[in-house]
């Protein structure tokens, strides 16, 4: 099998974001292996888990002989708001595999490092499949998709499924829908181009369900949570002459309030919604000595070099990194270089 990459430039107002030949490559290595794992990245969002499930779902219906592993990349549960897709129950942390698979496909997956558990079985693979839509500067594929103008990585999975005339089930296309929804920002994003809006309607013509979605995902957040999401709101601050909007929480919020780090994604939508700012940042102690950091661009402002100067990653406009400290030093660190964004 030959090792390509291939990153598209294709214009979103085609309706799409890749061309068919681009997919030439992942249809060969799927079509030749008997043996496939599919990995999103660690803490796992709606757009990786599913991508990641809905390419599953597809190959196995498309070849039922073959064996098609989900694996997760931590060894933990996945958010609660995402158990309503189809398969999530079938999802298996990489850690309980030490199989030597004949493909590993990753999605929605910049670096090695971001697949965390499921790094090791991506080494051990006979070959590697990338399908992603972040920019990096590290590929490990043999064969790469990425498309950095692409909304979600599920808007690339379902061109995928349909350059190769493989099945877009109901299921399978809620499951890519939801992805499309979360990385999107349910369209609100500035990444919601004419390709997201194309790839929404043929899933929904597959037959998603896009008020399930919003009912499971947005509408059905547990008390708790809304009380962590309020002591969030309480928090927010202005900086800069109000054009930086801040907030965090400590670990001692979320266990009072009964609420896992895995729950807490969607609090950054929380400071970001102070009207007259361009920048965002919510800080989350997940334990003692270690912060989650969430960044926003509401403009045009790219805040990716922040996330990576600081280890992390992500696009322009939404981006995110891990702080070895505390909450306050992170504050310290972070806050002037969104100011000095400003500037």
Request: charged share 20%.
């Amino acid at each position: 099998m030959r090792k390509m990459s291939m990153n598209s430039s294709t214009s979103p107002c085609s309706g799409r974001s890749t061309t068919p030949d681009m997919w030439e490559g992942v249809i060969e290595y799927v079509e030749n292996a008997r043996t496939i794992a599919i990995s999103g990245h660690t803490n796992p969002d709606g757009d990786a888990l599913g991508s990641l499930l809905g390419l599953g779902a597809s190959i196995r219906a498309q070849f039922p002989d073959k064996k098609v592993d989900l694996l997760l990349a931590d060894d933990g549960a996945i958010p609660r708001v995402y158990r309503f897709l189809a398969g999530a129950d079938e999802l298996e942390p990489a850690v309980r595999h030490d199989e030597r698979y004949d493909v590993f496909i990753s999605v929605d997956v910049p670096t090695l490092g971001r697949l965390a558990d499921s790094a090791a079985v991506a080494k051990r693979a006979h070959g590697r499949v990338v399908i992603d839509h972040h920019p990096t500067c590290e590929e490990f594929g043999d064969v790469t998709v990425r498309v950095t103008s692409a909304a979600a990585t599920a808007v690339l999975v379902e061109e995928l499924l349909n350059a190769a005339g493989w099945p877009c089930t109901p299921d399978i296309a809620t499951c890519l829908l939801t992805g499309v929804m979360t990385d999107t920002g349910r369209f609100q994003y500035q990444n919601a181009n004419p390709s997201a809006f194309a790839c929404a309607s043929r899933l929904v013509d597959a037959g998603a369900q896009p008020a399930r979605i919003a009912l499971e995902v947005y509408q059905s957040q547990r008390l708790e949570y809304l009380h962590l999401e309020s002591i969030v709101m309480s928090r927010i601050e202005g900086r800069a002459g109000g054009r930086v909007a801040f907030s965090y929480a400590y670990e001692d919020d979320l266990r009072s309030c009964g609420v896992k780090p895995a729950e807490c994604d969607g609090l950054i939508d929380i400071v970001r919604q102070v009207g007259g700012t361009e920048l965002c940042l919510f800080l989350r102690e997940d334990e003692p000595g270690s912060v989650r950091g969430n960044l926003r661009s509401k403009g045009s402002i790219d805040i990716s070099g922040i996330a990576v100067e600081l280890g992390g990653g992500g696009h322009a406009a939404a981006a995110g990194f891990t702080f070895k400290g505390t909450v306050e030093q992170a504050a310290q660190v972070v806050l002037p270089k969104l100011e000095a964004l400003l500037q």
